[in-house]
Each structure stands twice: as structure tokens, then as C-alpha cells.
Nanobody, 122 residues
């Protein structure tokens, strides 16, 4: 059974940094492109980072480019998102998921985990 377990969220001041993690089980991580998404209550889920199976390719939307870094440790079945220069607009619940490909990086493959709340506030 596939499980996606996000962790590491919390309260951080504007300009601060935070690293969140997504531990997977039930599938072989190195076989999949992985993405991080975020969602604010009442809004659509938004893609924030995508990484190829061995980390060679990484794609970010303009909203987070230069501030967020996605990386993965396939031996630990874990995908990470390092966030820096955080802004109040980054406040959201963050989720990870496997996606169909680097091109179809919004096309998720599994049911969502519980997510991890990131709050950026002074």
C-alpha cells in the first residue's frame, strides 16, 4: 500500500528557512518523478517543485525559483524541500506525490498524504 508521509512543517518568521520531508512507502522511489505541491484552504493545489528520479533535473515555478530547492535520497525513500527567504505567501499545507513525468508534473499518481503545515509569520 502506497503511503506518503510529510513532516517538518512549522512556524517560521519571514526571511527564515525550513526543510520539510516526504517519506514514501509502497513503491520504489527511484522509479518516479516526484513533486511538491502546496495548498491554501479554499484555493487549488499549486505545484512548487519537481525532481527527476535521480535528481538530475529540477523544475520550479517562478514563484519559488531561487528560494526553494528540491532534493531526494532514494536510499532513504525520502524527498525533501529546502525553503529559504520564506514569505507570508508561502504559508500553506505542503504535500508530495509521484507524478507522471517531468512534462506531466501536475499529473499525480497516488492518493494524497496528510501534508505538513508551513506558516510564515512574525
Amino acid at each position: 500500500q502506497v503511503q506518503l508521509v510529510e513532516s517538518g512543517g512549522g512556524l517560521v518568521q519571514p526571511g527564515g528557512s525550513l526543510r520539510i520531508a516526504c517519506e514514501i512507502s509502497g513503491f520504489t522511489l527511484q522509479d518516479y518523478v516526484m513533486s511538491w505541491f502546496r495548498q491554501v484552504s479554499g484555493k487549488e493545489r499549486e505545484l512548487v517543485a519537481t525532481i527527476s528520479p535521480y535528481g538530475t533535473n529540477k523544475i520550479y515555478p517562478d514563484a519559488v525559483k531561487g528560494r526553494f530547492t528540491i532534493f531526494r535520497d532514494n536510499s532513504r525513500n525520502t524527498v525533501y524541500l529546502q525553503m529559504s527567504s520564506l514569505k507570508p505567501d508561502d504559508t500553506a499545507v505542503y504535500y508530495c506525490n509521484a507524478v507522471a513525468s517531468l512534462i506531466q508534473r501536475n499529473s499525480t499518481l497516488w492518493s494524497w498524504g496528510q501534508g505538513t503545515q508551513v506558516t510564515v509569520s512574525s
